[in-house]
């Protein structure tokens, strides 16, 4: 079955830091841009990040550049959300997604995980 599962969200201060795991299984998503969007409460849904399949030509949306990195690993079917100086308006439920074609903001990525919730305290 296949599956993405989010790891590593929480509470933290303002100008701190997180780092986000997507752990693919169960299908070919070696071979799908994989990546990240958000949504908090009230708002829309945000595009964050994106990333090839062979881990090149890395998306940042404009809002998080300069703070949020995005990598895989391949052999570990694995992406990282690196998320540097937080703020309170990062706070949001964080996805993984990927999709055979593309990944990329105003598109809704086929496959989902469940969400990690990322709180930032001021």
């Known amino acids: 079955q296949e599956q993405l599962a989010e790891s590593g969200g929480g509470l933290v201060q303002a100008g701190g830091s997180l780092r986000l795991a997507c752990a693919a299984s169960g299908g070919t998503f070696s071979t799908y841009p994989m990546g990240w969007f958000r949504q908090a409460p009230g708002k829309e849904r945000e595009f964050v990040a994106a990333i090839n399949w062979n881990g090149r030509a890395p998306v940042i949306a404009d809002s998080v550049e300069g703070r949020f990195t995005i990598s895989r690993v391949m052999v570990e079917n694995t992406v990282y959300l690196q998320m540097n100086d937080l703020q309170p308006d990062d706070t949001a439920v964080y996805y993984c997604?990927?999709?055979?074609?593309?990944?990329?903001?105003?598109?809704?990525?086929?496959?989902w995980g469940q969400g990690t919730q990322v709180t930032v305290s001021s």
């Open positions: 997604v990927a999709d055979p074609g593309f990944v990329a903001p105003h598109m809704t990525p086929v496959y």
